[in-house]
């Protein structure tokens, strides 16, 4: 398989690091501190067409190939994985639920308002005791011609700039997936939930008390929440293992630069045969898992992306982003636990990425079902 760019890509991706330099390095510290992405962060990003990436352009996106998509997260992600992680729910969650599923009155109201940005985009599915379609316990129940809503959901992204969630309940028709104005009645968010690393994104537990629906804020059919998820789990599953990526590369970077500026006894530290350990190591990690993740993606552009693969590009993402940080920041010796030096944040963040779209267990048990299926034996 050829993992080589083609021309567009390429200039994409300088586009991409271009405007990361510019806009969002500067920023990434504050934005740690402040725990939150800036509005005028978001609307530079809808200007480059970073919030319609993977929206049609008949809509206003800018229509990104799956690979230029994963290349856009890796970029932003090298600087801040707050701003890649909100990109993506807007984008990979949001918007390509809508495309994908959305009937056409609702792409034609939702995805150029997605695409600008003057709608930001929220996903809520997990709920307080799990994360998953048997856990759900958020009810629509029919009222009329439409729903009722109402629930709890938990680890809502986006929550406090959105202006549409992507909300799932149980129908009577089985589990159902909702497109719900930001400000319906009986929507509130609860107290935010401060998070050890990816403070930029605001994440709150959102309230459903008695929300009324007409029955055309069903996304796809009623009962149909499993179709919605079986067409974004696996890309969004990619597209953290791309954010982690980035994130095992800054981290890498960092600890590489303070290697070669830090002396001890009047040599520098990269002289010491632990610390190039260290630093072979996580190139090998990361150099790994990028030839994983750009085969994931040229698979997903081909409509070939599967489970297990998605499944093994995340655990492995997982495992090198928080081992690459942990050297890294161990490299940095005391200075590591300085909050003047941003190798305490990226390990925070490398840290934080493991939980969200599923955690090493279920990435080890999403692949071992997939393999012994394969034999023939099906898991309980």
């Known amino acids: 398989m050829d993992y080589s760019f083609t021309e567009e890509q390429q200039m994409f991706r300088d586009m991409f690091t271009g405007f990361v330099a510019k806009e969002i390095e500067p920023q990434a510290e504050h934005m740690d501190h402040d725990e939150a ?129 992507v909300v799932f309940a149980v129908a009577p028709e089985g589990p159902t997936a909702f497109l719900l104005p930001a400000g319906c009645a009986g929507m509130k968010l609860g107290q935010r939930d401060k998070t050890l690393g990816m403070r930029g994104v605001q994440v709150y537990p959102l309230y459903l008390d008695d929300v009324a629906v007409d029955a055309d804020a069903v996304l796809g059919e009623p009962g149909g929440a499993q179709a919605v998820l079986d067409t974004v789990n696996n890309f969004s599953r990619l597209a953290m293992a791309a954010i982690a990526l980035g994130g095992a590369h800054h981290a890498l970077e960092l600890g590489v630069n303070f290697a070669v500026e830090r002396k001890q006894f009047g040599v520098e530290i990269a002289q010491k045969g632990a610390i190039q350990a260290f630093i072979a190591d996580s190139a090998v990690e990361v150099e790994t898992l990028r030839s994983q993740i750009y085969r994931c993606a040229s698979l997903a552009e081909q409509g070939k992306l599967d489970g297990e693969a998605a499944a093994i590009a995340k655990l492995w993402a997982n495992r090198v982003a928080y081992q690459v940080a942990n050297r890294m920041i161990q490299t940095h010796g005391g200075y590591g636990y300085i909050l003047d030096y941003a190798i305490g944040r990226v390990f925070r963040d490398c840290r934080t990425i493991e939980g969200i779209e599923g955690g090493n267990r279920s990435q080890q048990t999403a692949i071992a079902r997939s393999i012994l299926a394969a034999h023939g034996l099906e898991l309980a």
């Open 37 to 165: 992405i800036p509005m005028s962060l978001l609307r530079k990003s809808a200007m480059q067409g970073f919030l319609g990436a993977l929206l049609p352009e008949e809509y206003g996106g800018a229509e990104l190939d799956a690979v230029s998509y994963i290349l856009l997260l890796e970029e932003v992600a090298k600087s801040c994985m707050s701003t890649a992680m909100v990109l993506h729910v807007h984008n990979g969650l949001v918007g390509r639920a809508i495309h994908l599923h959305g009937s056409e009155s609702q792409q034609e109201e939702w995805l150029p308002a997605l695409a600008e940005g003057s709608a930001i985009g929220a996903w809520a599915f997990a709920e307080p005791d799990g994360g998953g379609l048997a856990d759900l316990q958020t009810t629509a129940s029919v009222n009329g011609d439409g729903y009722v809503l109402h629930g709890a959901k938990a680890w809502v992204s986006n929550a406090t700039t959105a202006g549409l969630f």
